[in-house]
């Protein structure tokens, strides 16, 4: 008998045979992802951005220049390879930012495996400006505590964007700590950000932190249900909040008060879960902050609206 491995290498082969340029592949990648009916919610808007992204990357050609590559001809072995990409996204639905171990928020670009969601924040937004106009002085942050790192990628974007903070970061997830100080040591930051496995507050210093920021696991149970075939391949740990989303939330929520300064933040995102957050926190009068995907996705909490929460 044949294994599914065996074919589908053979098939790969017979197929590296038809083509020549990296517009063949390209015209080939698109369609074949369209066809497999793929999910793209990993970093690429539709199947032409994506096929891009995986081929250039596979070539080792500039992310940013595609043109100049077009109609170059490619050696069998660089066809084999792209095509074995192509096949494993468009069959195993493997989201891209697996194949190539790498994921992009803005400029900042970020070691992921399987270990950690692929990156993807819209907090991350908001830091270039240095949260303004909540954060009215940037350089008077000096202690940030990020919770749910994942990857690492926003403490390192926390670090860089305010120069005289330290970062406290943390997950539960040894494994994911593990890529976030691979991450933490490309941008040379281990000094200034300090990984901590922690259930959340648990382990956390016994000290005041300017800021909490956290993107925890928000996606409610009906949603979890529901996800595509690309999401299956992350940890589900790091989506899963319960029946309503809110299960860490709440103990985020409930716990900020005292590791917050009087003056300090919590900044919580929890995407498409507005109407779940509101009803958890109906007592609070939460904050909504603008990001390119509305007014919906990341919600603020000053100290001293947390201080009588149970």
Request: proline share 5%; hydrophobic share 45%.
């Amino acid at each position: 008998m044949t294994s599914k491995s065996t074919t589908a290498t053979s098939s790969i082969a017979d197929a590296a045979l038809i083509f020549s340029t990296l517009r063949d592949l390209l015209r080939y990648a698109v369609t074949r992802f369209n066809t497999a009916e793929l999910f793209f919610g990993h970093g690429s808007a539709n199947a032409l951005d994506e096929a891009a992204y995986l081929l250039l990357h596979t070539l080792k050609l500039p992310l940013d220049k595609i043109d100049p590559f077009l109609d170059a001809r490619l050696l069998p072995e660089e066809i084999h390879a792209a095509l074995t990409v192509i096949e494993r996204r468009a069959v195993d639905r493997v989201p891209a930012s697996y194949l190539t171990n790498e994921a992009w928020l803005g400029t900042y670009n970020f070691y992921v495996d399987e270990r950690v969601i692929v990156p993807r924040s819209f907090i991350a937004e908001l830091i270039p400006e240095h949260f303004s106009p909540w954060v009215q002085d940037a350089d008077a942050i000096t202690d940030i505590l990020e919770l749910c790192t994942g990857s690492g990628c926003l403490p390192i974007m926390l670090a860089d964007a305010f120069c005289n903070a330290h970062v406290d970061t943390v997950d539960i997830s040894t494994d994911a700590l593990d890529v976030a100080k691979r991450n933490v040591a490309t941008y040379e930051l281990e000094d200034r950000i300090t990984l901590i496995a922690s259930d959340l507050y648990t382990n956390v210093p016994a000290k005041k932190y300017d800021l909490i920021i956290t993107n925890p696991p928000y996606v409610n149970s009906g949603s979890m249900s529901k996800l595509p075939q690309e999401y299956l391949h992350e940890p589900q740990i790091a989506l899963a909040g319960g029946t309503d989303g809110m299960d860490l939330v709440r103990k985020i929520v409930a716990g900020a008060a005292q590791h917050l300064k009087p003056n300090g933040i919590l900044m919580v995102e929890i995407g498409n879960e507005r109407e779940f957050a509101e009803q958890a926190f109906a007592g609070l009068d939460l904050t909504w902050l603008s990001t390119s995907a509305g007014d919906d996705m990341v919600f603020l909490l000053y100290a001293d609206q947390l201080l009588n929460i149970k």
